[in-house]
């Protein structure tokens, strides 16, 4: 499972190279680039950080078939997990972030 970054939905921001805790990624012409996709440990902060969805990751056969991407959309009290699979179809995981103990 690694990032892959969406150059034409990034507004270069910076808020994901802000969140890297590896440091792993900056801006090149107004656009986050990763120095090494292989460094990535799939911590999910950018994936969460990015206002444009422009950050997904991908994944492998065994996490929801190869070519699935797996989005996030961040709000103050929810996090939803958005799965598209390589065969169309969508799933949805919502998390109330105030009770993330509960899960
Ligand atoms: S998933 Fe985590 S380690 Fe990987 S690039 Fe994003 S913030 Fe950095
Ligand atoms: S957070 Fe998203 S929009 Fe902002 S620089 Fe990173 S990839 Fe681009």
Redesign the pocket.
């Known amino acids: 499972m690694s990032i892959r970054?969406e150059t034409n939905?990034?507004?270069?921001?910076?808020?994901?190279?802000d969140v890297c805790p590896g440091n792993l990624?900056f801006?090149r012409d107004h656009?986050?680039t990763i120095r090494d996709a292989r460094d990535c440990w799939g911590c999910t902060a950018?994936v969460k950080?990015?206002?444009?969805n422009?950050?997904f990751f991908t994944l492998e056969a065994t996490l929801g078939g190869a070519g699935g991407k797996l989005f996030a959309h961040d709000s103050a009290d929810e996090l939803t997990w958005e799965l598209q699979l390589a065969d169309g179809t969508e799933q949805r995981i919502t998390v109330n972030k105030k009770q993330a103990n509960a899960y």
């Open positions: 970054i939905n990034c507004i270069g921001c910076g808020r994901c190279t990624l801006l656009k986050a950018c950080e990015c206002p444009r422009a950050i």
